[in-house]
């Protein structure tokens, strides 16, 4: 099995914490890096507070990821306040960076002639998305106006990107995407699942450790759709390696293993 980069996701926003928004963006996230070989290793969701979301990071760098990707606070509102939380994570000083400034300025000039408005005020919330911690770089948002964040803190990377999906998703993908590429080292995730009537999870769990244990490198996982006595179980079968040839054939081999064993215990298999 290929050596995982590892990384961390922290999502911010109170929206989150009381069930106001569905955290989307976590999901997204988890799901492009785990198929770019770096399986997440931790999601964390914090609150508008500069202490939170400063200490969410600080206690992601005491495990030494390779990536942190922080979601959400970085807009013009006062209750955006992931930057100021970065900042006090690592110690730096907030300061007006002229580059974020300049992306921050175009983008209000082409709302503005959009408009056939001839001028444009740099406000205060305008500026506030251009003040970001000293030693950081801005990275353009093409669909939207706050800037996002790179910082490197010795052997990790922290990232932190626009809570709105759309605009996280583009630079996810423009940015990130190539880098969590390359530090995977050509590692890819396949995965696989088949669908199972007629036998309860208890009774397919020793069948599952049975596989397992000729598969170690295969995570296999039952996800229950039914009710306990009118069963309907779907079986997720998944493995990381640089051989996406050789993965194939070990999912396929380690699904033959488990069907054969369900349908000996009176089970019925489906694959889709």
Not at 27 to 37: E, I, V
Not at 52 to 74: D, M, Q, V
Request: proline share 6%; glycine share 6%.
């Amino acid at each position: 099995m290929a050596a995982e980069a590892k990384t961390e996701i922290i999502s911010v926003g109170n929206e989150l914490l009381i069930g106001k928004v569905l955290n989307t963006n976590a999901q997204f996230l988890a799901k492009r890096s785990t198929t770019l070989g770096n399986t997440p290793a931790r999601i964390t969701v914090v609150a508008d507070n500069v202490n939170e979301i400063s200490n969410a990071i600080k206690e992601a760098l005491r495990r030494k990821p390779r990536f942190i990707i922080i979601t959400g606070g970085l807009g013009p509102t006062s209750d955006d306040k992931t930057l100021q939380g970065i900042a006090k994570a690592l110690k730096r000083k907030l300061a007006v960076n002229t580059k974020a400034l300049n992306m921050v300025k175009k983008k209000y000039e082409a709302y503005a002639r959009t408009e056939n408005v001839k001028t444009i005020e740099l406000t205060p919330p305008r500026i506030k998305m251009a003040t970001i911690p000293e030693k950081t770089k801005p990275i353009e948002n093409p669909v939207g106006t706050a800037p996002a964040l790179r910082a490197t803190i010795n052997e990790t990377t922290i990232f932190a990107l626009p809570g709105v999906p759309t605009e996280m998703e583009a630079i996810f993908e423009d940015t990130v995407a190539p880098l969590l590429g390359r530090a995977s080292k050509g590692a890819a995730f396949s995965e696989k699942s088949i669908y199972v009537n007629g036998i309860m999870e208890s009774t397919l769990a020793p069948l599952i450790d049975i596989v397992t244990q000729k598969n170690p490198e295969i995570y296999i996982k039952s996800h229950p759709k039914g009710e306990e006595n009118r069963p309907n179980i779907e079986i997720h079968f998944s493995i990381t390696t640089t051989n996406n040839d050789k993965s194939k054939e070990r999912l396929q081999a380690a699904i033959d293993q488990l069907s054969q064993l369900i349908t000996a215990n009176n089970g019925e298999v489906f694959c889709p």
